[in-house]
């Protein structure tokens, strides 16, 4: 079956009746449209907690960097001077 105003098939996957797009694939249900939402959160979360970390050792590299620094210039030595 085949709908023209909506330019979609009806056809059956796994037993159950599915709108099929042009192109053969198969419209999400509510269902797996939640699912694939849940999934795109999760994923965005995750890249979230991902770019925190990175923050936090930018930032730790950087405080370490800045002690050594001052560590040095107590010993009478220039870190920012060229050999």
């Known amino acids: 079956m085949h709908s023209l105003q909506?330019?979609?098939r009806l056809g059956v996957h796994e037993?159950?009746?599915r709108w099929?797009?042009?192109s053969g694939?198969?419209?999400p249900n509510g269902v797996e449209r939640g699912?694939?939402?849940e999934a795109g959160a999760r994923r965005a979360d995750a890249e979230?907690?991902?770019a925190e970390t990175a923050e936090q050792?930018?930032?730790t590299a950087e405080q370490?960097?800045?002690a050594l620094a001052a560590k040095l210039r107590s010993m009478g030595i220039d870190p920012d001077a060229a050999e």
């Open 48 to 50: 979230a907690q991902r």
């Open 15 to 17: 037993g159950r009746l």
């Open 57 to 59: 050792r930018a930032e």
């Open 25 to 27: 694939e198969i419209v």
């Open 35 to 37: 699912l694939a939402a």
């Open 64 to 66: 370490r960097a800045e």
């Open 6 to 8: 909506l330019d979609l």
């Open 20 to 22: 099929y797009l042009p």
